[in-house]
């Protein structure tokens, strides 16, 4: 039987029941499913048939009801094969999974349609989440698809224009809260405590990771069956290496791969507490108090699912590190140029790490490796100007234009 199960001492919960930690010892969930039970059900099931998307997995989610199912048409993002930018950097394979692609311009799109359907099937009609930017835009997004009324709580002044505009136009009720994320967080968690109608939708919240774990399969199925050696991936609060970890296990137990990647997670310098951990080798994790970063995206500094996402670098091998913002925004420059890929600061410092560890020699040239990029570039766009050559103001006229163009001599030489 499907059912939530707590991640420190078993504790079970039914599937339909709204409960976000453990009522006996305060930790996180997840769900848990009869694997001899769901491969007997993708068996009869012709889920290989349908197109790559969020829901071509649906007979790996916890969802009843079909006709619940709000979608935007999630998933499917591309797998760029990047020899010229591999090339640059002496790896031979390297990949970028662009998370960009999605409807609301991230990976967060993978988690709401799920946990927004879950949330549409227990007839949930106010939900409510803190956020950086990403997770708002794409609550608000699938909350208006879904007719359900949307809070979202903000750190105020300190996330990207283009995320704060789309949970502006998808109509959410937007607080700016005078705080970090991490205060933004605190107040959600007590609202949705003390008001049961609320609905939470942070990534503590088990079916969010549900949606986000397709991200593992999806690379599986692009690598014609095969994980890759190692995947890279922005950390923040750390939901989503948790969930793609759980993707990869899942096809692992059910046979559909062979081996598992080492999941390698890169925070912001100023942001760095699961690297800090993972580098000391220590078992708590110990919070940062005021985190800073111009990836506002994971400033975050005391990350919700931190023991999910520990266990999770910890069991595949894998290991953590931190990039600075000089090095994110090198980064990010990079992928765009040489590969044609613009993404947000966030999503660019699994590049910045990628090249790093590389350097270090911890990501050997051998290794076939796929760096999650999360967010799209336009969700931030004052950042991708400010790091840019100014554009160069000419009058409308040939003769100006082609001075800015350096043409101007050329003709002059050909006149002579
Ligand atoms: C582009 O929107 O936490 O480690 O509130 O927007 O799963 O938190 C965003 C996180 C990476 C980190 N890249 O993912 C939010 C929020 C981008 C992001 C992360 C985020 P997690």
């Known amino acids: 039987m499907t059912h939530q199960e707590c991640i420190n001492c078993g504790s079970n919960y039914g599937i339909n029941e709204i409960v976000y930690f453990c009522k006996k010892c305060g930790d996180l969930l997840e769900v848990k499913y009869d694997f001899g039970e769901l491969a007997e059900k993708l068996e009869k099931s012709n889920w290989r048939n349908v197109s790559l998307s969020v829901w071509r997995y649906k007979d790996f989610m916890p969802i009843d009801d079909v006709s619940k199912i709000v979608s935007l048409n999630e998933g499917g993002t591309g ?3 990047c020899h010229k930018l ?29 946990g927004v359907s879950k949330a549409n099937e227990l007839n949930v009609k106010n939900v409510i989440c803190a956020s950086t ?16 009324q949307c809070t979202v709580l903000i750190p105020s002044g300190k996330i990207a224009f283009g995320k704060l505009s789309q949970a502006m136009i998808y109509g959410a009720k937007v607080l700016q809260v005078r705080g970090n994320f991490d205060q933004s967080l605190d107040m959600v968690l007590k609202l949705a405590e003390m ?27 692009q690598l014609d069956g095969e994980a890759p050696d190692r995947i890279v991936v922005p950390v923040g609060n750390a939901g989503n290496i948790s969930a793609i970890w759980k993707g990869f296990t899942e096809y692992h137990r059910l046979g559909f791969i062979k ?36 990836a506002t995206a994971i400033r975050i500094g005391a990350p919700v699912s931190w023991k999910k996402a520990v266990s999770a670098i910890r069991n595949s091998g894998g290991t953590a590190e931190t990039v600075t913002d000089d090095e994110i925004l090198a980064a990010q420059k990079m992928l765009a140029r040489v590969e044609g890929i613009f993404v947000e600061p966030a999503s660019a410092s699994s590049i910045a790490g ?63």
């Open 79 to 81: 797998l760029h094969s």
């Open 133 to 148: 930017g990403n997770t708002s835009a794409a609550l608000a997004a699938y909350a208006a698809k879904a007719g359900m």
């Open 354 to 416: 990628l090249i790093k560890l590389v350097n270090a020699g911890v990501i050997g040239k051998g290794e076939r490796v796929v760096c999650v990029t999360t967010g799209h570039g336009l969700k931030d766009p004052d950042t991708a100007i400010k790091s840019s050559e100014k554009p160069i103001e000419v009058d409308a006229e040939m003769s100006a234009i082609e001075e800015a163009l350096g043409l101007k001599r050329q003709v002059a030489i050909l006149e002579r």
């Open 86 to 114: 591999g090339k640059q950097l002496g790896l031979l394979q390297l990949y970028v999974k662009n998370e960009g692609e999605n409807p609301t311009g991230s990976f967060k799109d993978r988690g709401m349609t799920v």
């Open 259 to 294: 081996k598992l990647p080492k999941m390698t997670g890169i925070q912001a310098a100023g942001s760095a507490p699961i690297a800090q951990m993972i580098k000391s080798g220590s078992k708590e994790m110990i919070p940062v108090v005021a985190p800073e970063t111009l």
């Open 195 to 221: 008001h049961p109608s609320i609905y939470l939708l942070n990534s503590i919240n088990p079916f969010r990771v549900e949606g986000q774990k397709s991200l593992g399969f999806e690379i599986c199925d």
